[in-house]
């Protein structure tokens, strides 16, 4: 999986509500190495915010779930939303035929809404 991260300015008042309000887009890409088509969904990334912290559900994605053909690899992005100011970021994925969850964190974002 690669990854690449940016954080789109806020621009709106201080919400008192505690909404998460700042967008983190993240590109992915994910790789079939089967000999078989393998589902994938959006719902399988999740975004941490800290070390310890919650992660947080896609808000917004490229591509609808759906099967991958074997052997393909697929390019895409997803979004979530974050605290405004949040640096300590990783992006998980689950794949139902792994063990693990697979995390990356993300790197600094820098104002353009680019980071890697």
Same mark, same amino acid.
Do not use: C, I
């Given at each position: ?76 992005? %997803?979004? @979530?939303?974050? /605290?405004?100011? *949040? $640096?300590? &970021? !990783? %992006?998980? @994925?689950?794949? /139902?035929?792994? *063990? $693990?969850? &697979? !995390? ?13």
């Amino acid at each position: 999986m690669r990854h690449g991260g940016g954080h789109q300015p806020d621009d709106g008042p201080v919400n008192p509500h505690g909404v998460w309000t700042e967008t983190v887009l993240v590109g992915v890409e994910v790789h079939n190495g089967l000999d078989r088509p393998m589902l994938f969904s959006p719902g399988q990334f999740r975004l941490r915010v800290g070390a310890d912290g919650p992660t947080v559900t896609a808000y917004d994605t490229e591509r609808p779930p759906g099967a991958l053909p074997a052997g393909s690899t697929l390019t895409t992005w %997803v979004s @979530f939303l974050a /605290p405004k100011g *949040a $640096d300590d &970021l !990783a %992006v998980e @994925f689950a794949d /139902p035929d792994a *063990a $693990d969850v &697979l !995390a990356m964190r993300l790197g600094q974002a820098k104002l353009t809404g680019v980071a890697s």
